[in-house]
């Protein structure tokens, strides 16, 4: 169950991506955040736990300015009145509809159930740990599904 969810993450990703923040992803090959090429003092992380068939947490990260890219395309707002709290809340919200997508592709017996997204610190994520980084014209994201 665990590939036909990463499979829905991916297919969701690039839904959300291209459909509310105007923004087209290749999947790049997958890598460690040592080697994934984002810097963790200009990266932004969160993460959001699920429960039901499968249950674990999703975990996402993104270049500062690719975020701030996001909301001014998703908010329609001038760079000048992103503060720290409508990036973040990009990032969340962003993470929340691609969770929120993937597993609505997925056949459950037992209904999924969403937490509440939070901010995450990127220097707190193990260096070794594989992601799967997706690539936009300009920068590039990481996301990491981990089940329970």
Known sequence: MKKKLMTAVMTSISEVMETMFFLPIEPAA????ARCGLDKQKTMACQL???G???GRMILLADESLVA???RNFMGESSEYLTDEYLMGTLTEMLNMVCGNALSKIQADIP???GIPAKIDASEIPE???F???ETTQSKMAFLL???
């Open 30 to 33: 997958d890598a460690t955040l």
């Open 49 to 51: 736990s699920f429960s």
């Open 53 to 55: 068939d499968i249950s």
């Open 69 to 71: 890219e996001m909301a």
């Open 112 to 114: 999924f159930e969403l």
């Open 128 to 130: 070794k740990e594989e």
């Open 132 to 134: 799967s980084i997706i």
């Open 146 to 148: 981990k089940t329970d």
